[in-house]
């Protein structure tokens, strides 16, 4: 009996309720059917008797009992809710910079021949010498035009960026602002203007607003008039046989000049 009550012991710490031994167990009471009949058996491995355990281990087996995890309440909802609190990669990266677009730079001059002006591109950034090369090939084109070749110089020569430190904005939109404000200032003060020269890449740019395929083309800008883009002296110097499209524009367009005389 005593044998009897320490199986039912250890089987109640594994809580098993039904069991069915293999074996015919020593000093085991009788199986009751309708307990096997209600629930299925649970088959114990072949294992020595109760009575033939030694005491050091069964007292530890006796006491121990199987760990159940219990679930505690709201435990799943804070796990499918965590990710959606954790911040995402995009929001935890820094903003993105505005891209700083150095200002241009480029040195113009403005001319006068006859009833044309002339924004011209300096090669050198320099004022023009009377023997410069680029000087040179400037009156063979105004010869060549039916102008005077000995332009008249207007004021000092446009040089940008205007400083060279300070949060002045100085760059393409404000550079193309100044540029035509100051030939629409001197377009005033010369009289008429048949034609407004843009000789070379920075004055079709800021000047004309146009891009570098308008060479050798007619543009009419806004608060400037009629003009003609040209490619830039030095540019000519170092492609000589761009003066032979150049000289094919020029035959179309010197009747703007040519009218007004």
Do not use: H
């Not at 050798?216 to 030095?234: D, K, R």
Request: proline share 11%; hydrophobic share 45%.
């Amino acid at each position: 009996m005593i044998a009897e009550l320490r199986r039912r012991a250890y089987l109640s710490a594994m809580q098993v309720a039904t069991w069915l031994p293999r074996v015919a167990l020593p000093f085991a009471a009788p199986s009751r059917l309708e307990l096997l009949d209600a629930a299925p058996a649970v088959l114990l491995e072949d294992t020595p008797a109760p009575s033939e355990v030694p005491a050091a281990q069964a007292a530890p087996a006796a006491e121990a009992r199987p760990k159940i995890e219990v679930p505690r309440p709201g435990s799943t909802q804070r796990q499918a809710v965590q990710p959606e609190a954790e911040p995402s990669a995009a929001a935890d990266a820094p903003p993105a910079k505005a891209e700083v677009v150095p200002p241009p730079r480029f040195s113009l001059q403005l001319l006068r021949a006859g009833n044309c002006l002339l924004l011209v591109e300096l090669p050198t950034g320099e004022a023009f010498q009377s023997r410069d090369p680029a000087y040179l090939l400037l009156k063979d084109l105004l010869r060549a035009a039916g102008l005077p070749d000995s332009p008249q110089l207007i004021g000092e020569p446009v040089r940008w960026p205007l400083l060279s430190r300070g949060n002045m904005d100085q760059g393409p939109d404000a550079a193309r602002d100044f540029v035509q404000g100051f030939v629409a200032a001197r377009q005033e003060e010369q009289g008429e203007c048949a034609c407004l020269w843009l000789v070379g890449q920075p004055a079709i740019r800021f000047a004309g607003e146009a891009d570098s395929e308008a060479v050798n083309l007619e543009l009419q800008v806004e608060g400037l008039g009629a003009a003609w883009a040209l490619p830039g002296l030095e540019q000519l110097m170092d492609e000589p046989q761009r003066k032979a499209e150049l000289w094919q524009a020029m035959r179309r367009i010197m009747r703007r000049w040519k009218n007004t005389e």
